[in-house]
């Protein structure tokens, strides 16, 4: 694709972020006082948001995001979602899954003007990197939205994989999963690093997939089992990438 080509439709992708990023932002401005005094888990304000980023890759003729099929055949409830890292638009790919999540992120994406309030409105949980303070205030409140059946979405990669292979898992996914008696959800995306590459401001034509794996119960589980669970799910994440890697290309 020519220079010119690329930086045009870049523009428009960012058109597209920022205009429907700002109509989700009002809606959920009408509707989060209607609807947090019965929808705890914010849920309605956070569904708008999501489906603004799809709107996002419907309109945009840089990204084919699909979903790979078959999904689970349920809505996931008391449950932490942990997925591999590939890029900056993972979040646009992920919203096309038919279940709302709140997604732990960088505090300093919430200052972002328009998207980073929506994220607020949609009940995502913001956390300063290298903060002890600021991760268990985090943590607290991934334990209320799953104490609530709101499902909790974490990169247990903590950043973006400067490569193809997977960076060391944290632990804090595997702890609250644990702690709280959740389910742990795998999955996987691919494709999603030339639909915006590190340290570049345009956007790449993409086929991208999300594939979903089987949920890992932690019923019975305790702290010493953590290493091992974190390397069981991390093997399964691995082996959804190598089924949808190859349709990426």
């Not at 960088?106 to 600021?134: C, E, N, Q, T, Y």
């Not at 340290?199 to 091992?228: C, E, K, M, N």
Request: hydrophobic fraction near 45%; include cysteine; glycine fraction near 8%.
């Amino acid at each position: 694709m020519s220079a010119p080509r690329t930086i045009l439709l870049s523009i428009w992708t960012y058109l597209l972020i920022f205009g429907l990023g700002g109509l989700a932002f009002c809606l959920q401005c009408v509707l989060a006082p209607l609807t947090w005094p019965f929808d705890h888990g914010r849920r309605i304000t956070g569904r708008l948001f999501r489906l603004a980023a799809i709107g996002v890759t419907k309109l945009n003729p840089l990204w084919d995001f699909r979903l790979h099929k078959p999904l689970p055949p349920y809505r996931p409830r008391r449950c932490v979602v942990v997925s591999n890292h590939c890029s900056q638009t993972d979040p646009f790919l992920i919203s096309h899954l038919p279940w709302e999540m709140k997604w732990l992120g960088k505090a300093s994406l919430f200052k972002v003007p328009i998207l980073g309030w929506a994220m607020f409105l949609a009940g995502d949980i913001p956390v300063v990197r290298g903060d002890r303070g600021s991760a268990k205030g985090a943590m607290a409140r991934c334990r209320r939205y799953l104490m609530r059946d709101t499902p909790v979405m974490i990169f247990p990669e903590g950043t973006r994989a400067l490569g193809d292979e997977m960076g060391p898992f944290k632990d804090g996914a595997f702890h609250l999963a644990i702690e709280t008696g959740a389910d742990v959800l795998p999955m996987a995306v691919a494709g999603t690093a030339a639909a915006l590459p590190k340290h570049d401001w345009r956007f790449g034509q993409a086929r991208a997939y999300v594939a979903v794996g089987t949920p890992i119960s932690t019923r019975g589980l305790t702290l010493d089992d953590l290493p091992a669970l974190k390397d069981q799910v991390r093997a399964e994440i691995q082996a959804l990438r190598d089924q949808i890697t190859p349709l990426t290309g």
